[in-house]
């Protein structure tokens, strides 16, 4: 039975409503960060295990009431993260893994010609959110009819949305 010693750390997050600038975001708060260290024992190869042990972390009894849980394992020249989401019916991916909202950028006007528009930087309405411990990956988008597009500013990089649903 080989011994590994890992560092693994659990984030949990909530899903909550925000709002900016009459755009409503599905987002995931930052409710628990733990970091912590083990000496893991295990007869599988070093990736099996770490991709068992993130994977038990994730379906703990004692975070079955978070909205979203990610686990990141960590041991010498590995690293392995897994998601999952007990508690939380959102479906619509804003962004490829959970990562923290800097800013929201919103678009208004009129599509213009064949549904076809051009937008230069100076027509985004940008508003800064990088004070709350917001996180953008699966959630929800809804805006008024006149927003075009909803920019998600993370520390991952941007994402532009064109489908929000219609609020209005």
């Known amino acids: 039975m080989a011994k590994k010693t890992i560092v693994y750390s659990i984030r949990g997050y909530q899903p909550e409503q925000v ?15 733990d970091w912590n260290e083990k000496v893991l024992r295990s007869r599988q190869g070093p990736l099996d295990a770490l991709i068992s042990y993130a994977t038990r972390m994730t379906r703990d009894k004692e ?16 690293v392995v993260t897994h998601g999952d989401r007990p ?18 950028g919103v678009v208004r006007g009129k599509t ?3 549904g076809k528009y051009q937008v230069s930087s100076g027509e985004i309405e940008w508003h800064d959110v990088s004070g709350s411990d917001y996180y953008v990956f699966e959630g929800s988008c809804e805006a008024p009819s006149d927003v ?21």
């Open 87 to 104: 508690r939380y019916e959102w479906t619509d991916m804003l962004f490829p893994s959970p990562s923290k909202l800097i800013r929201v």
């Open 63 to 78: 975070l079955q009431d978070l909205g979203y849980v990610e686990v990141t394992v960590e041991a010498p020249g590995l």
């Open 112 to 114: 213009g010609e064949g």
């Open 19 to 33: 709002e900016v600038a009459g755009v409503k975001l599905g987002v995931l708060k930052r409710v628990k960060e």
């Open 148 to 168: 075009l597009m909803v920019i998600l500013d993370t520390e991952n990089g941007r994402r532009i949305l064109t489908q929000c649903k219609s609020s209005s």
